[in-house]
């Protein structure tokens, strides 16, 4: 995976609103994260439109700053990862198992789905970046050693595997991902990339996912599955729960709270055509297993 070209990294960093540091420090790894999260939306619209998505770095550019869209985690993170480069980090590649919908006594292992940037600053300390999920945003970088408030991460085996957890409304925590110990190459989650979006049976092609930081100072996750929007926060859990009525009601939080810029015929037309799927399908599938695990609301 290559950097960012000089030029996309300053034009990126105009798009964010952060200027550009003398060293590349954990200060400023915890701003750009920051804006990353209230700019830059994490949305699955084409994925669920079954549209074919590039990787490409102009591509996601173009997409991000120029159409105001979002993305998935492949093109967020790794977009992310290129810019971290340029500004001097040094970081690897890590794939990731999720575990917000397991329980977590279960022996069930998930699937590698998702990628994780693993940032080692110039004192040898190590820290997980991640800016592309929809459940819930790593509101900064999280140390995997130390403390992660109001996270957890914790070693998990002598294999050096990560859990990285969320608390809960209780008190207790819940697994979050499992980061696996071993370093990949790019190519890796290209190929990790183009199953999650060709696999009809993926949850990124049957769900829509969408999740962003609130800009303003309250510091919520704002996330949204299909007609379920939720206002988290890190420190005390849910602030706001919306049930949404109908798809139109759906492409107009997209729009007011996460910021999206959909095309009317482009994207609006057919997204409201697959959203009455969707939740035709979603609702059926409730009321037949009521009990199923979404993630958890606390």
Known sequence: MEPLSDQCTESYLEFLKVGKPMTPTLDYLD???????????????????????????????????RRGRGGCCFELNSFFGRLLLALGYSLLLRAARLRLTTLD???????LSHMVLLVELG??????????????????????????????????????RFEVAVPTSDGGWKAFYIVEPYDLDWLDFCTLHWYSTSNPYCATQQLLLVGRRSPHVDGCWLRLMNDRFVRWSPTGGVVEKRL??????????????????????DDEAPLRVRLREVLDNFRLEQKLFPKKLLWPEG
Request: one cysteine or more; hydrophobic letters at 40%.
């Open 31 to 65: 701003r750009l994260i920051k804006g990353q999260l209230e700019r830059v939306t994490f949305e699955n619209v084409d994925m669920l439109l079954k549209r074919c998505i590039s990787l490409d770095a102009e591509a996601i550019f173009e997409k991000v700053t």
């Open 105 to 111: 006594d279960s022996a069930k292992r998930t699937r």
């Open 244 to 265: 949404m009525n109908d798809e139109n009601e759906i492409i107009d939080i997209l729009r007011d709270e996460f910021g999206l810029n959909l095309s009317r015929e």
């Open 123 to 160: 004192d040898g300390d190590r820290y997980i970046v991640d800016v592309g999920m929809a459940q819930c945003g790593l509101h900064r970088a999280l140390p995997v050693a130390g403390d992660a408030t109001p996270f957890r991460v914790r070693t998990l085996d002598d294999l050096d």
